[in-house]
C-alpha cells in the first residue's frame, strides 16, 4: 500500500475522486466498443449494425488524431483544457442524442433505414471519444512512469467492477447510462486537470524523432493486437453467444490478468518492468488461441476475450510508455499519442473490416485455421518486439573526464548567460537551453539526466538536438563554441 500512498502523495479526497474519472471512461469503452452492450436493445439484428457503427466510430478517431497531429507539429502549445472539454462534450452529445433518437424509431421503421442515422451517431461518438481519450493522455503525462503505470492499473480494476454492476441493468437504459459516465468521466478529467501542475510542453523535432524510435515496437506490437481484436470481435459477435456469456467470459479474464499485473505494481519496490509484463502476458493470451479449437463450444466468447486480453496488456503497457516519454520529454501529449493512437485504430479498423466481410464464412470448423492464423500474428508481435536490441544514440558522451577538467575551470555566474546567448541565437528551446548549461560545465549525458531527474534517453535526446542546430558533433566542440561566444563578447 506504500505505492498507492506514494501516489496520491500530496493530493486532497476530493482530487483523487476526480480521478476516478478515467475508470469511468474505460467503462464507457467496455459498454460501447468492446461489446454489443450499448446496442442491445436493437436485438439480434443489431450485430450488423453495430458493424457500421463501430467502423464509424474507429473512421473519426483516425480523423481527430491526424488533425492534432498536424496542429500539435505546429506549435507546442495546446488549447485551454475548458475548450478542449467543450468540444469533447459537445461532439458527445451530438452522438448520443442521435443515436438515442434512432433507437426510439427502432420500434416501427424498419432498421436499414435507422443505419444512415446511427452511423452519423457514430462519427460523433467516435470524435468524442479520441478528444476525451487525449484529455486522460495528458493528465496521464503529468506522472513519473511508476505513478502512471499504478493509475492506469488501479483504474482499470474500478473500471471492471463498475461494468460488471452495469451489465445488471435493463438493456433499455444502456445508452443513458453510457452517456452518464461519459460526461462524468469529462468532468471529473477536467478536474483532475486543474487540480494537477501544468505541463510546460515544447517540441523539438529530433527530439520529438527520438522519441518515436524508441517507441514504435510497442506501437507496432499494440497495432497487431489491435488489428486482432477487430477481426475476433466481428467474427464472436456473429455467433450464437448470449449477451450475459459473452460479458462474463471478458470479465473473468481481463479481472485475472489486470489483478495479475496489478498485485507487483503495489508490492514491488523497483521500477516497473514493462518488457517484462509483455513477456509474461502475451504468451498466456497466444496460448488461449491454441487451445480454441478444443474449448469453443464450451466458453462462449473466449476467442474474443483472448484477442481483448492482448490488446488490453499491450495498449495499457503502451500507454504508460508514451505517458512516461512525455513527462520526460516535455513534448506534447496530444502529438506523441495520437501519432500511436493513429496507428493502433487503423489496424482496428481494418480488422474490423476484414473480419465484417468474412465474419459469415468462418464457424466452428474454421476455428483451428483461425487460431494457427492468430497465434502466429502474435509471434510477429513478440519477434518484433524482442529481438531486436534498442539501439542507444552513439556519441554522445565522448570527451571524458579531461574534458569535464577543463570546463571546471571557468564555472562561473557568467557561464549561464553565455549559454543564454547561444540557445537563442540558435533557436533553442527552453528544454535545450537548460542542458546546454550543463554541457558546458563538461556534463555527460548520465549526469545531466540524475541531475535533471530524467531518463538518460530524454537527456540524449535533446543533446542530439543541441548538436545538430549548433552543427557540431561532440561535446568539446559545444564547449569551444560558448568559449568563443565568450570572446566574441569581450570582443565587442
Known amino acids: ?51 457500421l457503427f463501430l467502423m464509424a466510430v474507429i473512421s473519426a478517431r483516425l480523423l481527430v488524431y491526424a488533425v492534432m497531429i498536424t496542429v500539435a507539429r505546429r506549435t507546442a502549445s495546446h488549447v485551454s483544457s475548458l475548450l478542449a472539454v467543450v468540444v469533447c462534450g459537445g461532439a458527445a452529445a451530438t452522438g448520443f442524442v442521435v443515436t438515442r433518437m434512432a433507437f426510439q424509431f427502432a420500434g416501427f421503421v424498419p432498421l436499414a433505414d435507422l443505419v444512415p442515422w446511427l452511423v452519423f451517431g457514430g462519427l ?6 479520441a478528444l476525451i481519450n487525449l484529455l486522460w493522455a495528458r493528465f ?13 492499473l488501479v483504474s482499470n480494476v474500478v473500471s471492471l467492477a463498475v461494468y460488471f454492476s452495469v451489465t445488471l441493468l435493463p438493456p433499455d437504459i444502456m445508452l443513458p447510462v453510457g452517456a452518464v459516465l461519459f460526461f462524468a468521466s469529462v468532468l471529473f478529467c477536467k478536474r483532475s486537470l486543474d487540480a494537477r501542475m501544468p505541463l510546460a510542453e515544447e517540441y523539438s523535432a529530433p527530439v520529438f524523432k527520438g522519441a518515436l524510435s524508441a517507441l514504435w515496437r510497442p506501437m507496432l506490437g499494440t497495432a497487431i493486437l489491435s488489428f486482432m481484436s477487430g477481426l475476433m470481435l466481428q467474427v464472436t459477435a456473429r ?8 460479458q462474463q467470459t471478458s470479465l473473468v479474464t481481463q479481472a485475472v490478468v489486470v489483478g495479475a499485473l496489478l498485485l507487483p505494481a503495489l508490492f514491488v519496490k523497483s521500477r516497473p518492468s514493462l518488457g517484462s509484463v509483455y513477456k509474461m502476458a502475451l504468451p498466456l493470451s497466444a ?62 479498423l481494418a480488422g474490423t473490416i476484414v473480419g465484417f466481410l468474412n465474419a459469415d464464412t468462418v464457424g466452428q470448423g474454421d476455428l483451428e485455421l483461425t487460431a494457427v492464423a492468430l497465434v502466429a500474428v502474435y509471434l510477429v508481435a513478440m519477434v518484433s518486439m524482442f529481438l531486436f536490441k534498442d539501439k542507444h544514440l552513439q556519441g554522445m558522451d565522448a570527451g571524458g573526464d579531461a574534458v569535464a577538467m577543463h570546463a571546471a575551470e571557468w564555472l562561473d555566474d557568467a557561464l549561464e548567460a553565455r549559454c543564454d546567448a547561444v540557445a537563442q541565437a540558435h533557436g533553442f528551446t527552453p528544454r535545450e537551453a537548460e542542458i546546454l548549461v550543463h554541457l558546458g560545465q563538461g556534463r555527460t549525458a548520465r549526469a545531466i539526466s540524475e541531475k535533471l531527474v530524467v531518463s538518460e534517453n530524454t537527456v540524449k535526446y535533446h543533446i542530439k538536438s543541441i548538436y545538430q542546430k549548433l552543427d557540431v558533433h561532440a561535446r568539446d566542440e559545444v564547449i569551444d563554441l560558448i568559449e568563443h561566444a565568450e570572446h566574441a563578447e569581450h570582443a565587442e
Open 239 to 246: 455467433q450464437d453467444i448470449p449477451l450475459a456469456t459473452f
Open 1 to 51: 500500500m506504500d505505492r498507492l500512498r506514494e501516489l496520491l502523495a500530496g493530493m486532497r479526497a476530493r482530487d483523487v475522486a476526480f480521478m476516478s474519472g478515467y475508470a469511468l471512461y474505460l467503462v464507457f469503452g467496455y459498454m460501447s466498443f468492446e461489446s454489443p452492450t450499448v446496442l442491445t436493445s436493437l436485438g439480434e439484428a443489431g450485430s450488423f449494425v453495430q458493424s
Open 140 to 152: 496521464c503525462g503529468t506522472f513519473d512512469l511508476r505513478r502512471v503505470y499504478l493509475f492506469v
Open 287 to 348: 496460448a488461449g488461441f491454441l487451445l480454441l479449437p478444443l474449448i469453443w463450444s464450451g466458453v462462449g466468447g473466449l476467442a474474443n476475450a483472448c484477442a481483448q486480453l492482448g490488446t488490453l496488456v499491450a495498449g495499457i503497457i503502451l500507454w504508460c510508455m508514451l505517458a512516461s516519454a512525455v513527462h520526460d520529454t516535455k513534448l506534447p501529449a496530444v502529438l506523441l499519442f495520437s501519432c500511436s493512437l493513429v496507428c493502433t485504430n487503423a489496424a482496428q
Open 124 to 129: 460523433f461518438f467516435g470524435a468524442g471519444d
